[in-house]
């Protein structure tokens, strides 16, 4: 059983820096319902001029932007990863994010963490944040 509390996370000063760093973002989970998280976050990181990719398994567009099935069909290069689903899901992400080769940070929302799927993240030299929220982190900048 999964503790709920992050063994492996980046501090403040690390957080500014994936941001200093990351220009597009992947949102697995991605939903096209206004009313939840992963489209308010994925709105606001838009808003402050990130290119968001949305992952979600249905609809053509979200947000005004093209939507894959997986982080594995996207064409472009994706900096980081902000994940928007279940924790035992996250496994999974972060190993299409190891094949990809082109990732550089795994981010997972409030409450969502996988210390073992984390520290592989970290093992191939990615950085990790968990259980925090790329919105309410981006706006303490």
Partial sequence: MECEFPTVNADPKEMKDIFEKTKTVAIIGCSPDESKASNMVARYLKNAGFKIIPVYPKEDMILGEKVYRSLSEIPCKVDM????????????????????????????????????????????????????????EHQKL
Avoid at 98 to 112: E, F
Wanted: hydrophobic share 45%; proline share 2%; net charge neutral.
């Fill in 81 to 136: 990863v902000d994940i928007f689903r279940k924790p035992d899901v996250i496994a999974s992400v972060i190993d299409e994010a190891i094949a990809r080769g082109d990732v550089y940070c795994i981010w997972t929302q409030l409450g969502l963490v996988n210390n073992e799927a984390a520290k592989k993240a970290e093992d191939c030299g990615m950085k990790v944040v968990q259980s925090r929220c790329t919105k309410i």
